[in-house]
């Protein structure tokens, strides 16, 4: 795979979140999928009611989110994926991840869901999808090997799938979703 | 279909999402499916944020949600829907629905996904499946007719999927779910 020398669309200064949300919004808009970021779940303890006005959240906690960011259906498929960016240049800490996240991607795996995570390198503006099933064996080995925290960028370079912003959508994702379904077909026959 | 005389099993008190929501973790447990109801999706005005303890948000408002309550993921297929009850006892009322979660349900239809609303009638503690698809005949229907704001349980009754409580899972629908896999395999053959 080469890198595009046009780096023009390069992010300019957004979060991986909002690229990401402006990518399912175009893709949304072009009737090529239906992805939502799930909003972020908040545990409510006191709401008031004034008369004729809307009900106010007087106070009220972040939960830690059970499940990934963002999920939907593409052609048929259900797609579940979390992101996360690092500030790091040289490998992507696995701190990044929660057990019940993982716990979630395996159980979505089961059920013949598409998987990944997201990871972009801040510092480097460098973005990968990373297979669920792959992220899983990086997961795992931590807890064999002493040192092994992190997934390596040569790893993510070797096994995981580059993508480069685009203008619309920014970050063009189902073109690697669609290259992962073309392997699994080919794979069953 | 016949009811089942035995109706040990109906709720007891319990509203139909949180019938749901056991039901989900049910199958979660069971390993059966990944189906999650999607958080409350709140507009946060001001958070503080305590020395030493957590986050507290002091004012949020409830949004409308753009979505429906529940999707997931059941051996491969991309599950959604929506759950709605009445307190009616002939008709099911079709302002208990929004414009944009029509919208929504149509999009993951185009997406072939599998789109459905659980209708609960309260006061006869009676529970429907029916298809997003024919849930979107009768929701064009009210902008062609006069007085046909709703659709009658005889309607339903004929063309939706009767459902009945059940021990664990509480509300048994990926049943139902399998049947319309099924009829659209002996369609598509
Ligand atoms: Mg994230
Ligand atoms: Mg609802």
Redesign the pocket.
Known sequence: KKRPKDISFSNRGMSLEDDLNDSNITYLTQGRAVIHKKPTPIQIVQVDYPKRSAAVIKEAYFKQASTT?YNGVYRGYYLDF???ETKNKQSFPLKNFHQHQIDHMSACLNQKGICFVILRFASLNRLFLLEAADLLVYWNRQYQEKEKKSISLKELEKNAHEMYYNFSPRIPYLEVVDQLIEDDVHNIE
Do not use: F, I, R
């Open positions: 960011d979390e992101a996360k």
